[in-house]
């Protein structure tokens, strides 16, 4: 199945992503003093779950 609606999400432990163009890196904050990290995929853009998490 590929989602290709607008605010689809897709969660696992590691994801692989494929684009023609890749954003800078952008350190955001997720809740207190923990930040993580977020790029933007650009012009046919894909993303692949390659590991799923272990629990939900």
């Not at 012009?43 to 998490?53: R, V």
């Amino acid at each position: 199945m590929i989602n290709t609606n607008q605010g689809d999400i897709i969660k696992g432990d590691r994801i692989i992503g494929e684009a023609r163009k890749i954003s800078d890196i952008q350190v955001i904050v997720k809740s207190g003093r923990h930040k993580t990290q977020r790029i933007i995929l650009r012009n046919n853009a894909m993303c692949m779950i390659d590991k799923k998490f272990k629990y939900i």
